[in-house]
C-alpha cells in the first residue's frame, strides 16, 4: 500500500511536468532578418504563438507516454488584437469571442461570454487604461464593452453602427471604423453617447476625404489614420474629421496597396500597414516615405499568411527578450496576426545593431 501511495503522488508530481514553456526558439542558422544580409537588420522575427501549447508548455516525454500527447487549444481565425499588461487579447472570428493569453502566468483561455454580453463575428478591440475592454462585433452590428473581470458592462452603436470594424480610445472618447457606413463614429465614454460621424453622408465618392471601405483605425497625435480597403490608401484626418492627407495608391509597386488593412503607428510615428494581397507589412516614416517591408507569402516562420492585424508594443519586451539576437538591442515588438496558415500570432523585433 505504501508502495502505491508512492508511485501515486510520483505520478502526479511527474503529471505537471512540462517542457518548452512559452513558445519555441529558433537557432542562430535560421534567424529570419529584415531586410536580410548584407543590409543592416531593422526587423528581427522572433516567434509565434498558434496554440495553447506554445504557451503553456509540452508534456514532458514520460508523461506524454503516460497519458498521450496534449493537442493543445488552438487559435482559429484571429483578426484583431491588442496586449495590455501582460495580456494579449485576440479577436477570433471563428470561435465568436477571444483568445486571452496571459504572458506572465502563461495561461490560455477561451473567452466566449453569453447572455448580453455574446459574441458572433468579433473583428478588432481595444483596452482602456483602467482594463475595460471594447469589442467591434460585426454580426452584433454594436461595439460591446467588458470591465476588468470580464463581466458585461454595455452595448453601443445601434441604429447609428451598421458594420463596426474596429475601435479606438482616444481623449475619453469612442472612434469606431464603420465599413458599411463608410464612415467613423464617434461616442462619449463618459456616458456613451453619440457625438459625430465623419465624413458627411453626402461626401462626393471622388472627394479626398471620402470613405469607400474603411477597416482599421489608429490614432496618434491629434492625427486619425484609417485604413480605406476600398481605395487602397492609408487617410489621415484631423480630430475634428478634417482630410490631411493619404499614403499610398493603387498598385503593385513598394509603398503601393492591393489589400491594406490593419495600422499602426510607433513612437517615431512610423507607421505600419498590413497588406493581405502582398502578405507584408509595409513601414512608411512620418512624412509617408516608404522605409522598408518585412513579411512575405508564406514559406516559413516570418513570412504571413492572409494577414490582418498589426499592433506595436513598448511594455512587454522581458517576455520575448530571449529571442533576440544577441547582436541586436530590441526597441519595441510588432505582432500581425495571421487568419491561416502556422503562424497564428508572428512576433516581430524592431532591433538595431549594438
Same mark, same amino acid.
Given at each position: 500500500m505504501r508502495l502505491i501511495n508512492k508511485l501515486s503522488f510520483l505520478t502526479i508530481c511527474l503529471a505537471v511536468?512540462?517542457?518548452?514553456?512559452?513558445?519555441?526558439?529558433? +537557432?542562430? +542558422?535560421?534567424?529570419?532578418?529584415?531586410?536580410g544580409p548584407p543590409d543592416t537588420a531593422r526587423i528581427q522575427y522572433l516567434t509565434s504563438i498558434s496554440n495553447s501549447v506554445d504557451i503553456t508548455g509540452k508534456r514532458s516525454g514520460f508523461i506524454e507516454w503516460i497519458l498521450g500527447a496534449d493537442e493543445g487549444r488552438?487559435?482559429?481565425?484571429?483578426?484583431?488584437l491588442r496586449i495590455h499588461k501582460g495580456k494579449l487579447y485576440i479577436c477570433d472570428s471563428m470561435l465568436g469571442g477571444l483568445v486571452i493569453i496571459?504572458?506572465?502566468?502563461? @495561461?490560455?483561455?477561451?473567452? !466566449?461570454?453569453?447572455?448580453?454580453? !455574446?459574441?458572433?463575428k468579433p473583428l478588432n478591440c481595444f483596452v482602456a487604461p483602467n482594463g475595460y475592454l471594447?469589442? =467591434?462585433?460585426? =454580426?452584433? !452590428?454594436?461595439?460591446?464593452?467588458?470591465?476588468?473581470?470580464?463581466?458585461?458592462?454595455k452595448s453601443i452603436g445601434r441604429p447609428m453602427i451598421t458594420r463596426p470594424t474596429d475601435v479606438v480610445l482616444y481623449k475619453d472618447n469612442i472612434w469606431v471604423c464603420d465599413i458599411k457606413k463608410q464612415q467613423v463614429h464617434i461616442f462619449s465614454n463618459k456616458d456613451f453617447k453619440y457625438i459625430r460621424s465623419f465624413p458627411d453622408v453626402g461626401t462626393n465618392p471622388e472627394a479626398d476625404n471620402f470613405l469607400n471601405q474603411p477597416t482599421n483605425i489608429s490614432i496618434k497625435n491629434d492625427k486619425i489614420y484609417v485604413s480605406d480597403f476600398g481605395a487602397f490608401k492609408i487617410k489621415v484626418f484631423s480630430l475634428r474629421?478634417?482630410?490631411? @492627407? @493619404?499614403?499610398?495608391s493603387y498598385g503593385r509597386g513598394t509603398g503601393q496597396f492591393v489589400r491594406p488593412k490593419g495600422i499602426a503607428l510607433d513612437k517615431e510615428s512610423r507607421?505600419?500597414?498590413? +497588406? =493581405?494581397?502582398f502578405e507584408n507589412v509595409q513601414m512608411f516614416d512620418s512624412q509617408g516615405k516608404l522605409l522598408l517591408f518585412f513579411g512575405g507569402s508564406y514559406e516559413g516562420h516570418g513570412n504571413m499568411w492572409l494577414p490582418a492585424k498589426v499592433i506595436v508594443d513598448y511594455d512587454n519586451l522581458k517576455y520575448f527578450q530571449q529571442y533576440v539576437h544577441p547582436t541586436f538591442k530590441l526597441k519595441h515588438l510588432i505582432f500581425?496576426?495571421?487568419?491561416?496558415?502556422?503562424?497564428?500570432? @508572428?512576433?516581430y523585433g524592431f532591433v538595431e545593431p549594438k
Open positions: 511536468v512540462i517542457v518548452n514553456p512559452l513558445f519555441a526558439q529558433l +537557432d542562430d +542558422d535560421n534567424i529570419v532578418v529584415f531586410p488552438p487559435i482559429v481565425k484571429p483578426y484583431g496571459d504572458l506572465e502566468k502563461k @495561461s490560455f483561455n477561451y473567452f !466566449q461570454p453569453g447572455g448580453l454580453g !455574446q459574441l458572433k471594447y469589442v =467591434a462585433d460585426a =454580426a452584433r !452590428q454594436e461595439i460591446v464593452i467588458f470591465d476588468q473581470q470580464l463581466k458585461f458592462v474629421g478634417e482630410y490631411l @492627407s @493619404s499614403i499610398g507607421l505600419y500597414v498590413v +497588406d =493581405a494581397g500581425v496576426t495571421n487568419q491561416y496558415g502556422p503562424d497564428k500570432i @508572428s512576433v
